[in-house]
């Protein structure tokens, strides 16, 4: 189960980080609305595959929703995600529903998320199979200058944890500078360097979609940045590299309003659109 929670994810991410990865957001109008500061909608067409992103959020401005939908070589994909907040606004749970669990007779994921001495530390996804319970979980750790630096993942068939997953961070200022997954091995034991996100160059302007550390909370880390990637490289173990430059437009309020992405080698275009309120 845990396999396919992060197929999805990626599959739904591959598209619309387009967000931070190759950020590409388009709905074939070629313009978006608005110049508010909650960003509303995000939609993304790459050829025949497009995805989208649509955000929820409570009276304080805080998000509660995340809805993803991709449709990728004719097949779609939906993902449902809840966050539920103390009266401090910390993320406690998150609930994902998605028509793959459905398909597996599973209503819902649950995410429970420590949190201590102001950091998000952990999070735990239960899937309730009835004869069994299934659980992922991931524990967050920090560098000197109080950002996650790494992620490592692990899941309980029924008998103990198993790790299975790396995720390391680097930054450049209040940016993401790589993101690089590694697949673990317990038999040897080690980890394989698998995909590396490369960011080389950002804009200026505001982020529309800057989560801060509750990005890692909902498996989007994409979104942690403060500002919006001009260059960035997609390297994946064993395939040429992808190389992505972006431009944008930008409504009244100095944050993004369309993007155009050259992707090298190819010269493949995505485009997109941001909705605010």
Known sequence: MKIIFFGLVVS???????????????????????SG?????????????SSSI???????????????????????????????RNSQGIIQRVIIKSDVYQQAGVDSAI??????????????????????????????????AG?????????????????????????????LASIKYYSYDASTPGYTLVETFTYDQYDSKASPIYFGYEAFVLG???????????????????STAQNYTTTYTYNAANK??????????GNAITTGTYYYQ
């Not at 739904?12 to 609305?33: M, R, W």
């Not at 993004?256 to 050259?262: E, R, Y």
């Open 12 to 34: 739904c991410v591959f598209l619309l980080t387009a967000c931070q990865k190759e950020a590409g957001f388009s709905n074939g109008s070629g313009s978006g609305t608005g």
């Open 54 to 84: 649509s955000f929820g959020y409570n009276a304080a401005k805080k998000l509660t929703t995340l809805d993803f939908f991709t449709l990728s070589n004719g097949q779609s994909a939906e993902i449902n995600e809840r966050a539920e």
């Open 111 to 144: 995410t429970v998320v420590g949190y201590n001495g102001g950091k998000y530390t952990s999070k735990v996804t239960s899937f309730d199979l009835v004869v069994i319970v299934l659980k992922d979980s991931v524990a967050l750790a920090y560098d000197a």
């Open 220 to 238: 989007s880390p994409f979104f942690f940045s403060s500002n919006n990637p001009l260059k960035s490289t997609i390297t994946a173990t064993g």
């Open 147 to 175: 950002k996650v630096s790494s992620e490592r993942s692990f899941t309980d068939v029924g008998g103990a944890y198993e790790e299975y997953q790396k995720v390391e961070y680097t930054y450049s200022g209040n940016n």
């Open 256 to 265: 993004p309003l369309t993007a155009t992405s050259i992707i090298q080698p």
């Open 37 to 49: 500061d909650l960003l509303t909608k995000l939609v993304s067409k790459s050829g025949s595959d």
